[in-house]
């Protein structure tokens, strides 16, 4: 993008030892209360080799959800089960509406996201997680353009690939990443808590 800037948002994770496996693993503390479909937060969950005990970036969000919370959050996720009776309503309304397709892909990928994200989560929780370490960070690089309608901006940079997902999925995430920049502009990027 010509003319466009890289803003990177510092973020807090919750640092846990885990009992089999990577060894430690970091949970994202201040985005995980922004993430609307709430089996998405497994996404949230990255090994702490790629977070750091220093803060790097234009602005730093803060932490928004206990250690506690975040557990508890994925043992959830790991017992929920999605109930394919939206996927069988939207293919109902299809037969009957053929303009209600788009309401049956986007049931049926959500139907699939949400099984695959109760696996990761259970995956997650076999690994016994347990004692609690305290925070790192991680951050996401954001490339900001400004454009008619105001700025847009788009994922560079990430501790995850789910990260990708989360900011072109869900409204939640883009909304408080969304929020920081904003709040990182308008105090011309001094390092400040958004």
């Not at 089996?39 to 969950?45: D, G, K, P, W």
Request: some cysteine; proline content about 5%.
């Amino acid at each position: 993008m010509a003319g466009a800037e890289i803003v990177r948002l510092a973020i807090p994770f919750h640092v846990f030892v885990t009992k089999k496996g990577q060894g430690r693993l970091g949970v994202d503390a201040s985005l995980w209360r922004a993430v609307e479909a709430d089996f998405r937060r497994s996404l949230l969950v990255v090994p702490a080799s790629r977070l750091t005990k220093n803060k790097i970036g234009d602005c730093f969000l803060k932490p928004k959800a206990s250690p506690e919370e975040v557990i508890e959050g994925l043992r959830d996720i790991a017992r929920s089960r999605p109930s394919p009776y939206r996927v069988f309503r939207a293919k109902l309304a299809a037969l009957i509406n053929p303009f209600s397709r788009s309401e049956l892909d986007r049931a049926g990928r959500e139907y699939v996201e949400a099984l695959r994200a109760a696996s990761l989560a259970s995956a997650i929780l076999e690994l016994e997680i347990g004692e609690y370490q305290g925070m790192m960070w991680g951050g996401v690089s954001l490339e900001i353009e400004k454009t008619s309608g105001g700025k847009s901006y788009r994922l560079v940079e990430a501790p995850s690939p789910g990260y990708r997902g989360l900011v072109e999925h869900d409204k939640g995430v883009r909304r408080v990443l969304g929020e920081a920049v904003r709040v990182c502009y308008s105090k011309a990027g001094t390092g400040s808590h958004v």
